[in-house]
């Protein structure tokens, strides 16, 4: 006697979305409404693993209706139920207050989503709850706290070192002048002109720290191919030979609230470290830069979730962010080029976190793209 056979992912969903349409669209409890605002994935179940509840980041992840899952066994949607049931038993037992553990989720005609599971028996008797964060997600959450601290951490710290340095900078440039004032010699002057040289390029690099934050930050509507426009015309006009700016626009995405100017300098700057990254490739004529926008929905980052974001990527196909800065990129100072200030991406990411988004990194030789996120209205 054949053994019974076991079900792909496919027919589960079959067999769940089924189930699911024969009932009637599920009244939501307004005491689980508060969980369709969260970011983590969430159901709500009986001890046996029926689904009383699920919230919409679920639906998105699973690629069902909030109607199909209701009524269904949780425990139908991992590759391994086992792990769930054995969850559920402890909390009918009343073993644990809550327990952890990884897992996979099984996706419709996609790949299993890793994710780290936590079950805890809500205060409603018979109910359990369990909460499903992508494991991708908790990396990223991370990844951006880190940011967030750094540029705070980069914010301060450039204020102060700027102050400290304006001051003895301005004595040293005032001193070379007179001094200059009193020398005769030729040669002594060269000197002297050397110090108020360099104190004026520091003077120049010290205001550019500071830009960021002397600036006002004037708001109106924003047209991002606007900005792309501007900014690709202005490269164009750079590197007029070699290199090829391609437009891939979402044409569908809305103005939003912005300062104008700020964002052209912030895409900017990121084109412009592009096109200087692309200098072996411009000579051999196959140098490219993609402008790429799109809409991004239910997105979480900056530790908030948003409904609408812009997605803007700056793609360019050079030799990738050197190994050793990839984790420092939006540090100040810190440049993969010769002679770079290492200030771009530094503004870059403030201006960008001005307008409440984040700018994040992804690079391997062949391919680096910056991903600009912007909460969209």
Same mark, same amino acid.
């Given at each position: 006697?054949? !053994?019974?056979?076991?079900?792909?992912?496919? %027919?589960?969903?079959?067999?769940?979305?089924?189930?699911?349409?024969?009932?009637?669209?599920?009244?939501?409890?307004?005491?689980?409404?508060?969980?369709?605002?969260?970011?983590?994935?969430?159901?709500?179940?009986?001890?046996? !693993?029926?689904?009383?509840?699920?919230?919409?980041?679920?639906?998105?992840?699973?690629?069902?209706?909030?109607? %199909?899952?209701?009524?269904?066994?949780?425990?139908?949607?991992?590759?391994?139920?086992?792990?769930?049931?054995?969850?559920?038993?402890?909390?009918?037992?009343?073993?644990?207050?809550?327990? @952890?553990?990884?897992?996979?989720? @099984?996706?419709?005609?996609?790949?299993?989503?890793? *994710?780290? *599971?936590?079950?805890?028996?809500?205060?409603?008797?018979?109910?359990?709850?369990?909460?499903?964060?992508?494991?991708?997600?908790?990396? @990223?959450?991370?990844?951006?706290?880190?940011?967030?601290?750094?540029?705070?951490?980069?914010?301060?710290?450039?204020?102060?070192?700027?102050?400290?340095?304006?001051?003895?900078?301005?004595?040293?440039?005032?001193?070379?002048?007179?001094?200059?004032?009193?020398?005769?010699?030729?040669?002594?002057?060269?000197?002297?002109?050397?110090?108020?040289?360099?104190?004026?390029?520091?003077? %120049?690099?010290?205001?550019?720290?500071?830009?960021?934050?002397?600036?006002?930050?004037?708001?109106?509507?924003?047209?991002?191919?606007? *900005?792309?426009? @501007?900014?690709?015309?202005?490269?164009?006009?750079?590197?007029?030979?070699?290199?090829?700016?391609?437009?891939?626009?979402?044409?569908?995405?809305?103005?939003?609230?912005?300062?104008?100017?700020?964002?052209?300098?912030?895409?900017?700057?990121?084109?412009?470290?592009?096109?200087?990254?692309?200098?072996?490739?411009?000579?051999?004529?196959?140098?490219?830069?993609?402008?790429?926008?799109?809409?991004?929905?239910?997105?979480?980052?900056?530790?908030?979730?948003?409904?609408?974001?812009?997605?803007?990527?700056?793609?360019?196909?050079?030799?990738?962010?050197?190994? %050793?800065?990839?984790?420092?990129?939006?540090?100040?100072?810190?440049?993969?080029?010769?002679?770079?200030?290492?200030?771009?991406?530094?503004?870059?990411?403030?201006?960008?976190?001005?307008?409440?988004?984040?700018?994040?990194?992804?690079? *391997?030789?062949?391919?680096?793209?910056?991903?600009?996120?912007?909460?969209?209205?």
């Amino acid at each position: 006697m054949g !053994g019974l056979k076991k079900p792909d992912a496919s %027919s589960l969903f079959n067999l769940v979305a089924r189930r699911g349409a024969a009932r009637k669209e599920p009244a939501v409890s307004p005491r689980f409404q508060a969980l369709d605002l969260l970011a983590t994935l969430v159901a709500v179940v009986d001890h046996q !693993g029926k689904v009383l509840y699920a919230n919409a980041v679920l639906e998105d992840a699973l690629g069902m209706s909030r109607r %199909s899952i209701t009524g269904a066994n949780l425990q139908d949607v991992f590759t391994e139920p086992v792990l769930l049931d054995n969850a559920l038993q402890g909390a009918r037992d009343n073993e644990f207050a809550a327990l @952890r553990y990884d897992a996979h989720l @099984r996706r419709l005609n996609h790949d299993s989503l890793p *994710v780290h *599971v936590v079950v805890a028996q809500n205060e409603n008797a018979g109910e359990v709850v369990v909460e499903m964060l992508p494991q991708e997600q908790q990396t @990223r959450q991370e990844r951006e706290a880190r940011l967030l601290d750094q540029a705070q951490a980069n914010k301060e710290l450039i204020r102060n070192l700027a102050h400290e340095i304006k001051n003895p900078l301005g004595g040293i440039r005032g001193a070379a002048q007179l001094l200059q004032m009193e020398l005769q010699a030729k040669e002594l002057i060269e000197y002297t002109q050397v110090i108020i040289h360099e104190a004026d390029r520091l003077q %120049s690099l010290v205001d550019r720290l500071l830009a960021p934050h002397r600036r006002p930050h004037v708001v109106g509507d924003v047209n991002i191919h606007e *900005v792309c426009e @501007r900014v690709r015309s202005l490269i164009l006009a750079e590197f007029p030979r070699g290199l090829k700016v391609v437009r891939d626009y979402d044409t569908s995405i809305p103005e939003f609230r912005g300062d104008r100017e700020q964002l052209i300098q912030a895409v900017l700057n990121i084109t412009h470290n592009a096109a200087q990254a692309l200098a072996e490739r411009i000579e051999a004529g196959d140098a490219r830069i993609t402008l790429r926008t799109r809409v991004g929905r239910q997105l979480t980052f900056g530790k908030q979730r948003y409904r609408l974001a812009l997605e803007l990527h700056v793609i360019d196909n050079g030799p990738g962010v050197p190994d %050793s800065i990839k984790d420092r990129i939006f540090f100040p100072l810190v440049s993969g080029r010769d002679g770079g200030s290492g200030l771009g991406l530094t503004l870059a990411q403030t201006f960008v976190q001005q307008h409440h988004g984040l700018i994040e990194c992804e690079s *391997v030789p062949g391919e680096t793209d910056f991903k600009i996120l912007i909460p969209l209205p």
